[in-house]
């Protein structure tokens, strides 16, 4: 499959962080997952564009402010980033929550079930789609 998946998780509950954090250890393919614990972390790392840009980004809704519609909608309207996939993975099974977050383009919408074989099973889904997805890397990044 080549390159490993750099996978950003921005999500502020620590609980579910270490669950997600376990499912991505025990996966067999290479993938690299980096953890924020803050929508203002994850914007912050994002737009500095000092490093390599993530392949996808999975980001939790339900965060103090900046919340994950808020970041969603930065991350979205930012020249170089735009192009960004975004996966909203969170809790919430709301409808509306569910076409906000379409509204402002993320790309996938993934309800986390904190079950963790469920979990695990929803993690390796998520990773081996992003590993076979192309998409257009951020312009400013590109490894040379």
């Not at 067999?28 to 929508?39: D, I, R, W, Y």
């Not at 192009?83 to 790309?107: C, G, H, K, Q, W």
Request: with cysteine; glycine share 2%.
């Amino acid at each position: 499959m080549g390159q490993s998946l750099r996978v950003l998780l921005i999500d502020d509950d620590p609980a579910d962080s270490v669950l997600i954090q376990e499912a991505f250890s025990l996966l067999e393919q290479p993938c690299t997952l980096m953890v924020l614990n803050s929508g203002a972390a994850g914007l912050a790392h994002l737009i500095s564009l000092e490093h390599l840009a993530p392949d996808v980004v999975l980001l939790d809704l339900k965060m103090p402010e900046p919340d994950g519609f808020m970041v969603l909608a930065a991350l979205k309207a930012h020249p170089q980033l735009q192009a960004l996939p975004i996966v909203v993975f969170t809790i919430s099974t709301s409808d509306e929550d569910m076409r906000r977050a379409y509204a402002l383009r993320a790309n996938a919408y993934v309800v986390k079930d904190l079950a963790f074989e469920t979990l695990c099973q929803q993690v390796r889904s998520l990773v081996k789609f992003w590993s076979l997805a192309r998409t257009v890397p951020c312009p400013s990044q590109s490894p040379h």
